[in-house]
């Protein structure tokens, strides 16, 4: 659920966007139903909200993320599509090992690049947990936490 929750809030605001841009360019014609753009934009603009208003589908995927995180970072395992978290600790780069580390990391690569999306997912990951354990240690509910 929180990967059809992500994706759903993701892809319908980037549509979403991608209509409003294909508007602007249009300049004035783009408000003009010749056009066709008004007609996409009424059509297409609610599904951001039906079957799951798009920031409600957001942190359940974020509350899903942080409560992985929560559980690796207690020493459990997580499995399935947060297993890049299990890495995190032996991606931490120490400072005396930066110049004798000779990684390289070849772009055209789709490993490479999956290594290098994973590696920053779990960071983004654990900033956002503990920019959440921070507020929840300068506020009263979880609520304030979350909304922060």
């Known amino acids: 659920h929180a ?14 966007a991608g209509i409003e841009e294909c508007r602007m ?15 996409i934009y009424v059509t297409f603009t609610p599904s951001c909200t039906y079957e799951g208003e798009n920031t409600v589908m957001m ?36 400072p005396q090992h930066v110049a004798a580390r000779t990684v390289t990391v070849r772009i055209n690569d789709p490993v490479s690049l999956v290594e290098a999306y994973k590696a920053r997912a779990a960071r983004l990951v654990e ?8 507020e929840l240690n300068h506020r009263r509910s979880k609520e304030d936490a979350w909304n922060r």
Do not use: E
């Open 25 to 39: 360019a249009c300049g004035g014609h783009g408000y003009s139903r010749c056009s066709g753009i008004p007609d």
């Open 3 to 16: 990967l059809t929750a992500g994706l759903k809030a993701f892809t319908s605001w980037t549509a979403n």
């Open 127 to 134: 900033a956002a947990a503990k920019n959440l354990q921070a």
């Open 59 to 94: 942190l359940q995927t974020a509350r899903f993320l942080v409560k992985s995180y929560t559980q690796v970072s207690s020493g459990q395992r997580v499995t399935g599509m947060v297993s890049y978290l299990n890495d995190l600790s032996r991606q931490r780069i120490q």
